[in-house]
């Protein structure tokens, strides 16, 4: 797993210092990339494989998982060659019956615990939740760290959270979720990134979706570049998901261009990029479709949901 | 094995998998003429010699066009033109009229912003990215700026009596063709002189599509003239006696004969010359950041800039971190057709600024200098010169003493604020500085220390028409832009 044997754990109480105009104009140059013709396929197919199809209402019934699930799988029966999306994320009572439909099918069921959104259960129900959502099948946990020890400067207590839930996850991967809308700075979102990262996670992620602002092209910038420092330190490849406000296919493959330009071509690849949303992958469903045939079809002819 | 060593151990791939397909601005968006006429009082006429000499496209070493070559009597017929609209029309007008005639400038300029863009790239080899998203906003920006100042002189400078000079000989350069000429026509106008301006002989097709513009905007004839041709005609607006003022964007070399010429002639002149900026990382800066200004402030407009930051001088702390993830970005930076959306680094300006860049580079290579380029393919025609580092070298070298005027950076090292200091001022230039730290009182000592017009803090390469620029030392004399920009055109008296 983890190249322990050169990792030093820096000093939490010290800041990476981050320029907030100069980050945010980086971010902005890569809205400039023109992707087009087969590089635009290439990215939209590799998009969409990125996707963690997402729902997270307190009215998900097994029905409307049992729908996700399917559009998991088949994202769009009609053309074969559409791929299949990398996951589906639910609420841990919803947990076992994803895994029984999805078994087999390559799709990782993932999993939100640890009292999301807010994260202000007990410890124990939070260790408790987690255990829960791997037993009944889940292979992914995307945990939610608390923003209240983090922004009262309790360093140490959002390490040993994290490090504690790796722990219950057993063989599932962790994705932890800093919420960066409730941190405000980027040198906060930098700091919990980092906590994260040398806590254990395989995953670091945006947002709840839960909090506006969700993810954005900024902010991913900044947990792009904790990802890249500790693999530079340690020869580990952490991975990164952006999730909440991606809605459009263009957006996305700007996302893929900032990875790829600053992570390199190792990290293009759901088992260490993925977008947590709903409705894009019906906007790259579509815009896929326009690249093979030519045209655009009206949403009517995609699944919704 | 220290956590320093562990740093630039690792290495990411940029060159596989998802290259980006060319996403090119079509040039048809544009269309060139054959032939160019001189534009002498608001017409475009033959030159006298009936000679014409060719502008190529530097990316791919076609012809683009063919432009005029104004000798002698040339200049003269438009220095006439020009002092004719002074007397007769520009400076009788009612201020606010002038401002009004900018303003359309301005407008027009936005409307076919476009075009202006495509051709700029096109005459330069600059990547289009820069030409649509800095040249061509920062030009229009400049005219909308000093058009508002037009009628507003005399709160600019209370209690005096400011008036314009007369008729202003101005001489562009090749970098910027249209963004040096923005500057300088723009506060010209403003302040009610007329213009007779050269742009540089290798790019002065968007020059001479602005002058097509302003006579379409129904500017009174002769308020702007251009001439093209060879140096000597820039020399000759230096000398003529017909001129009250002289601007002057280019080399510290011609920038002499000019200042030289325009003492013995009792004219008022600015210049604006060469440059080499220290670009000064501290070891609390933050460092992603400082990449990326580092590298907008040396490959920006493939580093033909005079403010251009083309010495790092790095804190030892950071040193190797900072170097390492240099050469990770520079991997990144797409060469290649400037008219294609994705390209970062476009083509040299000219056959010789690049025999004159890779001379320093061969030089170097000879002195034992450590030279890095990044990976990239050049293409087979045009003119090109990758991203390179040199490593390793002192105040001592021609490298670091010099301009090279391309895409070039060298880097020292060194261990306090004060070394700094006295290493970015160590240089017959004064032009620009820049300082990257994320202690804000560390900028203010350090900034004051170094004798530059222009010091940008956490950022590079940033312009603004409200901004005075220019130089201390042989970087130039007097101030464009802002207020300040205002009165080298005027004749202040109490």
């Known amino acids: 797993m983890q190249n322990t044997k050169n990792m030093r754990i820096p000093d939490f109480k010290l800041t990476v210092p981050v320029d907030q105009i100069g980050v945010e104009e980086r971010a902005a140059r890569f809205r400039t990339r023109s992707i087009k013709k087969e590089s635009k396929l290439f990215a939209l197919k590799l998009a969409l494989q990125m996707v963690d199809l997402t729902t997270l209402e307190g009215m998900d019934s097994p029905g409307k998982v049992r729908q996700l699930c399917n559009k998991a799988m088949y994202p769009y029966e009609a053309d074969p060659d559409i791929p299949k999306v990398a996951a589906i994320c639910v609420y841990p009572n919803r947990v076992r019956l994803a895994a029984e439909i999805l078994k087999g099918s390559g799709v990782h069921v993932a999993s939100v615990a640890t009292s999301f959104p807010s994260g202000m259960g007990t410890l124990e129900s939070r260790i408790e939740e987690v255990k829960y959502a791997v037993d009944e099948g889940a292979d992914e946990i995307d945990m939610v760290i608390s923003r209240w020890a983090f922004l009262k400067g309790e360093y140490n207590y959002v390490f040993d959270e994290v490090a504690t839930f790796k722990e219950a996850c057993g063989p599932a991967h962790l994705k932890v979720i800093l919420e960066t809308g409730e941190l405000e700075t980027y040198e906060n979102v930098r700091k919990a990134s980092d906590i994260a990262i040398y806590a254990g996670a395989d995953f670091i992620k945006t947002s709840t979706g839960k909090i506006s602002p969700a993810a954005t092209m900024p902010v991913t910038l900044v947990m792009l570049y904790a990802i890249r420092d500790y693999y530079l330190k340690t020869g580990s490849k952490i991975g990164m998901k952006p999730a909440g406000g991606i809605r459009d296919a263009k957006t996305a493959l700007h996302y893929l261009a900032m990875v790829k330009e600053t992570l390199g071509a190792d990290w293009l690849t759901p088992d260490l990029f993925r977008f947590g949303a709903s409705s894009l992958a019906n906007d790259l469903l579509m815009q896929i479709i326009k690249q093979k045939t030519g045209q655009y079809q009206s949403p009517d002819y995609f699944s919704i949901g | 094995m220290s956590e320093k060593e562990l740093t630039t151990r690792q290495n990411l791939r940029f060159d596989e998998l998802w290259a980006y397909d060319p996403a090119p601005e079509s040039p048809d968006y544009v269309k060139i003429e054959e032939q160019y006429n001189l534009f002498i009082d608001g017409k475009f006429q033959e030159p006298a010699s009936g000679r014409y000499f060719e502008t190529i496209n530097p990316a791919n070493e076609k012809l683009l066009s063919r432009v005029a070559r104004a000798d002698k009597s040339d200049l003269d017929k438009a220095v006439a033109a020009a002092r004719k609209a002074y007397e007769g029309v520009w400076s009788k007008m009612p201020a606010k009229e002038r401002g009004k005639y900018i303003y359309r400038i301005a407008r027009l300029l936005q409307e076919r912003a476009r075009e202006f863009a495509i051709l700029e790239s096109m005459d330069t080899g600059k990547p289009i990215r820069e030409s649509r998203d800095v040249d061509i906003p920062i030009v229009i920006a400049h005219f ?282 160590n240089t017959p230039y004064g032009l620009s500085g820049g300082i990257w730290t994320d202690k804000g009182s560390k900028i203010f000592k350090v900034g004051k220390g170094i004798r530059a017009g222009v010091i940008w803090a956490n950022t590079f390469n940033k312009f603004d028409p409200t901004s005075p620029f220019g130089g201390y030392k042989e970087s130039g004399m007097g101030r464009e832009g802002g207020i300040h920009g205002l009165l080298p055109y005027l004749e202040i008296s109490q």
């Open chain 2, 144 to 425: 909308f700026y000093y058009a508002g100042w037009a009628d507003k002189l005399k709160y600019a400078f209370p209690g005096v009596d400011p008036r314009p000079l007369g008729v202003a000989g101005q001489i562009i350069p090749w970098n910027f063709p249209l963004l040096m000429a923005a500057w300088k026509i723009a506060p010209a106008l403003a302040t009610g002189n007329t213009v007779v301006i050269k742009p540089a002989s290798s790019t002065p097709l968007t020059l001479l599509r602005l002058g097509e513009l302003i006579r379409d905007a129904g500017l009174p004839d002769g308020v702007v003239n251009i001439v093209t041709g060879p140096g000597e005609i820039g020399n000759a607006i230096a000398n003529h006696p017909g001129i009250d003022k002289i601007a002057f964007t280019g080399s510290t070399e011609i920038g002499r004969t000019i200042q030289e010429a325009s003492l013995r002639t009792g004219k008022k002149y600015t210049l604006e010359l060469g440059g080499k900026a220290a670009n000064i990382v501290f070891d609390d800066a933050p460092v992603e950041e400082a990449v990326e200004g580092i590298v907008n402030g040396i490959f920006f407009n493939q580093g033909h800039v005079c403010c251009a930051g083309s010495r790092l001088l790095v804190q030892e702390g950071v040193a190797d971190e900072l170097v390492h993830k240099l050469k990770m970005r520079m991997e990144t930076l797409i060469l290649g057709d400037p008219l294609d959306k994705n390209t970062d680094i476009g083509a040299i300006n000219s056959k010789g600024q690049l025999d004159s860049i890779l001379g320093y580079l061969t030089d170097g290579v000879e002195s034992g200098l450590q030279i890095y380029q990044t990976k990239c393919q050049l293409p087979e025609k045009g003119f090109w010169c990758p991203p390179t580092l040199v490593e390793n070298v002192s105040q001592a070298h021609r490298i670091v003493q010099e301009e090279v005027f391309g895409p070039v950076l060298t880097i020292q090292t060194f261990r306090t604020p004060e070394e700094a200091v006295s290493l970015a001022n």
